[in-house]
C-alpha cells in the first residue's frame, strides 16, 4: 500500500520561503511515472502548482519561478519549494504521484498561510 505523507506547512510572513516534504511510503519516489504538487484554496478548486516526469532532471521550476519541484531520491521523498511567498498563495497544498500500471496517489495535504 503507497502512502504519501506531506509535512512542512505553517504560518509565514509575506515574502518569505518554505519548503514542503512528502514522504513516499510503500513505492520509490525514482520510479514514479511523475510526481506533483497541487493546491486547494478556500472557495476554489484544486489546482496544479509544479509537476516532475520520471524521464528528466530531478528537480523543476513552476512558471513563474516562485516554486521548485524536486525528488530526493535518498530520502524517498517529493520536496516543493516556495520563495517570495504571497497571501494568495496560502492552501491547503497536496502531494500527488503516479506510477505506470497502477492509479495515482495523494497525500492528506499540508496548510500554508501566508501573512501580509
Known amino acids: 500500500q503507497v502512502e504519501l505523507v506531506e509535512s512542512g506547512g505553517g504560518l509565514v510572513p509575506a515574502g518569505g520561503s518554505l519548503t514542503l516534504s512528502c514522504a513516499v511510503v510503500g513505492a520509490n519516489v525514482f520510479s514514479a511515472t511523475v510526481v506533483a504538487w497541487y493546491r486547494q484554496a478556500p472557495g476554489k478548486q484544486r489546482e496544479l502548482v509544479a509537476s516532475?516526469?520520471?524521464?528528466?532532471?530531478n528537480s523543476a521550476d513552476s512558471v513563474n519561478g516562485r516554486f521548485t519541484i524536486s525528488r530526493d531520491v535518498p530520502q524517498n521523498k517529493v520536496l516543493l519549494q516556495i520563495y517570495s511567498l504571497k497571501p494568495e498563495d496560502t492552501a491547503v497544498y497536496y502531494c500527488n504521484a503516479l506510477w505506470s500500471g497502477e492509479n495515482d496517489y495523494w497525500g492528506q495535504g499540508t496548510q500554508v498561510t501566508v501573512s501580509s
Open positions: 516532475l516526469p520520471r524521464f528528466g532532471p
